[in-house]
């Protein structure tokens, strides 16, 4: 394999993330998430979708359905982003909570996936109806950890939610495992519904400040920007401004706060968070090398009152990642051999990098994906081959788009007959 340019090595690559976190209250997805996904957003070229959703429908009939098949989400989520040439990179689901993680085919051979992980920390830390999911990644080169988290309710448990947080995050190491600490990671994003509410303040204050849009005296009372002042792990996460209303608790099918007995105070409890890890600092006189590029710019942090399914209003936050990749080559190089027609065996050449560890249970497949084409009159599937390691449990190179012809397309040769076969 040809060697690698050393200004392409070097060269900055920006990727937009977008994170959704959602509490959906076990309801079925509603027939149109465009916004959500921003979809409609013609200034956004997505790289990587994360989704996060708590509180699926966990009924001991739906997990026996969504054992056997894909979940209603997940289905629907790949519905809609397969034609935009998004693949499901990794899943993790414990009882109501799922992530998925959603990428352009072209990432595929410099993404990684470590380790999924539960973290259940329900009744007797025990049920997994509160708790934490986690995906590992190797992005780039880089340390990413994602987590979609469902911490305990209500104003008086702050300190138990607290508790949850730090158990959660206790539990993302592994030492039997060449995988460096949580905290040592490049990037952590930390969502989902962690049920900080509003203290101090009534409930008719709180609704009127809401309805003048006057929110700083909310942010002031908040349960997680107070921790964030106390605590100085939790300090290092950042996160936005709020500056859209809470996004709890409204009636089911409506943009009305809850009207039921209860009367549940509203309150920003779906968040997204993230963490860079941090440079060590070099001593005065010692020179060191600059660190990798690695940074993470947010463009939006928002809710969407659009949807009304749940009592819950989702959240999504979409990011600039700018890193220098520690990885410049796929370790795999695919390449189909002509001709490739329907009626014909297809040869497969591949090339592999000197560090790549080989096994018989790897495989090659071919996919049909969906590709943006300027072209209108580019109408013919497409196709990829693609190569899955089973030692890293990740797809470690894929080719060029190409297309298969039926046999009759093909040039026949100078005596009328069909090329031959291979």
Not at 401 to 416: N, T, Y
């Amino acid at each position: 394999m040809a060697a690698m340019n050393p200004q392409t090595e070097l060269r900055v690559r920006t990727l937009s993330i977008h994170v959704v976190t959602w509490n959906v209250a076990s309801a079925a997805p509603p027939p149109d998430l465009s916004d959500l996904l921003q979809l409609n957003n013609l200034n956004l070229n997505l790289d990587v979708y994360v989704i996060g959703l708590q509180e699926m429908n966990c009924g001991i009939m739906s997990l026996l359905s969504d054992t056997a098949f894909e979940d209603p989400w997940s289905s629907f989520f790949m519905d809609v982003l397969s034609p935009l040439s998004f693949v499901k990179v990794s899943s993790v689901r414990m009882q109501g909570l799922l992530l998925l993680v959603f990428a352009k085919y072209q990432h595929l051979p410099f993404i990684q996936v470590l380790s999924t992980k539960s973290t259940p920390t329900g009744l007797f830390g025990c049920w997994g109806n509160k708790g934490g999911v986690n995906i590992f990644l190797k992005f780039y080169g880089y340390y990413v950890s994602i987590v979609n988290c469902h911490l305990p309710p209500h104003v008086a448990n702050n300190d138990q939610r607290l508790e949850h947080f730090d158990r959660i995050l206790e539990m993302q190491n592994f030492e039997a495992q060449d995988i460096p600490n949580i905290l040592d990671h490049d990037l952590i994003l930390w969502f989902g519904d962690m049920n900080f509410r509003i203290e101090d303040f009534g409930l008719h204050f709180v609704r009127e400040s809401i309805k003048n849009q006057c929110y700083s005296d909310l942010w002031e009372k908040d349960q997680l920007s107070i921790a964030k002042r106390h605590d100085p792990l939790l300090r290092e996460f950042q996160e936005g401004p709020l500056l859209f209303p809470p996004t709890y608790k409204f009636d089911k099918n409506s943009n009305n706060y809850d009207t039921s007995e209860k009367k549940r105070k509203p309150a920003w409890t779906d968040r997204i968070l993230w963490r860079l890890k941090r440079q060590p600092q070099a001593a005065v006189h010692t020179p060191t090398l600059s660190a990798p590029h690695f940074t993470l710019f947010l463009r939006s942090y928002v809710s969407h009152m659009l949807y009304s399914v749940s009592d819950h209003k989702p959240v999504t936050s979409t990011f600039d990642l700018e890193l220098k990749p520690l990885v410049s080559a796929p370790l795999i190089t695919l390449r189909p051999e002509s001709p490739r027609t329907t009626e014909s065996d297809m040869l497969i050449s591949y090339s592999l990098t000197a560090d790549f560890l080989s096994s018989p249970w790897d495989w090659i497949g071919l996919c049909k994906v969906y590709i943006d084409i300027s072209d209108i009159r580019e109408t013919e599937d497409q196709f990829l081959l693609f190569y899955y390691s089973n030692n890293l449990h990740s797809v470690v190179g894929i080719s060029t788009p190409f297309k298969i012809q039926p046999r009759s397309f093909l040039a026949e040769g100078p005596l009328d007959e069909a090329q031959p076969q291979i």
